[in-house]
């Protein structure tokens, strides 16, 4: 990490951009665009089984954005790096696809968070999340990197301790973000948690929005 992106990294962090830019992008919407965004998240998160558990639901939403959503940079603007669109048009790139995380996990009940750091191995500026979960007879935070691990069968970056995401590329301002001491356990697989159904849910409701 350069020092000038840690001047940037600093400067995000004080100014709270990513709050600001949720609620910025979701103000502009004109009212009826903004109410049909706000039932889509409704109507999606409230199809997720109540019978899951919190570390359940994490890896539900995992699977359903990994699956559904596509790295590309599409419209100009700032709707491009928000969560706006890859809800609304399955397409994206990591800040929007870490925003729309703590869109989706806020309503399941899951504390989650962003991280703004560098990672690659050219140091770019790099967005991913934290969820905070029970494992193992503590909850700890745990690291997760949907835009990295997109159309991946075998997920690298998923429940992931501070040591991991460091060996792998990831840095970012240290004491800004809780620790992450470890990563979790392997967890069995979500069979019967009706993963394809919810994704086609996802998807007939990004159709209806459309109309």
């Known amino acids: ?5 840690r001047v940037s990294l600093i400067d ?26 706000g039932r889509l998240v409704h109507e999606f998160t409230n199809c997720v089984p109540y019978k899951l558990n919190e570390v359940q639901r994490a890896q539900l939403l995992y699977a359903v954005l990994t699956q559904t959503i596509t790295y590309r940079l599409t419209d100009a603007g700032q709707t ?13 790139v990591c800040q929007g696809i870490a925003e729309l995380f703590i869109i989706l996990a806020q309503p399941l009940g899951l504390e989650a968070r962003i991280v703004v750091g560098v990672a690659g191995s050219e140091d770019c500026l790099h967005a ?18 949907a835009t990295w691990d997109l159309d991946h069968a075998h997920w690298r970056y998923f429940l992931k301790g501070d ?15 809780p620790a992450a001491p470890c990563d979790a356990p392997s967890l069995p697989p ?9 994704i086609a849910y996802l998807d007939k409701l990004r159709q209806e929005i459309k109309q």
């Open 80 to 92: 491009q790096y928000s969560y706006l669109q890859p809800l609304l048009k399955s397409t994206g």
């Open 1 to 5: 990490m350069t020092e000038a992106q």
């Open 190 to 198: 979500l069979n019967g948690a009706g993963i394809q159904k919810l």
């Open 128 to 145: 991913w999340n934290m969820v905070r979960l029970p494992l193992n007879g503590a909850t700890r935070w745990y690291h997760l990197d």
């Open 163 to 177: 040591a991991y995401m460091n060996a792998r590329c990831h840095e970012w301002l240290a004491g800004i973000y």
């Open 12 to 37: 995000i962090h004080r100014n709270q951009y990513i709050n600001h830019h949720i609620r910025s992008l979701t103000q502009a919407l004109p009212p009826p665009r903004r109410r049909a965004v």
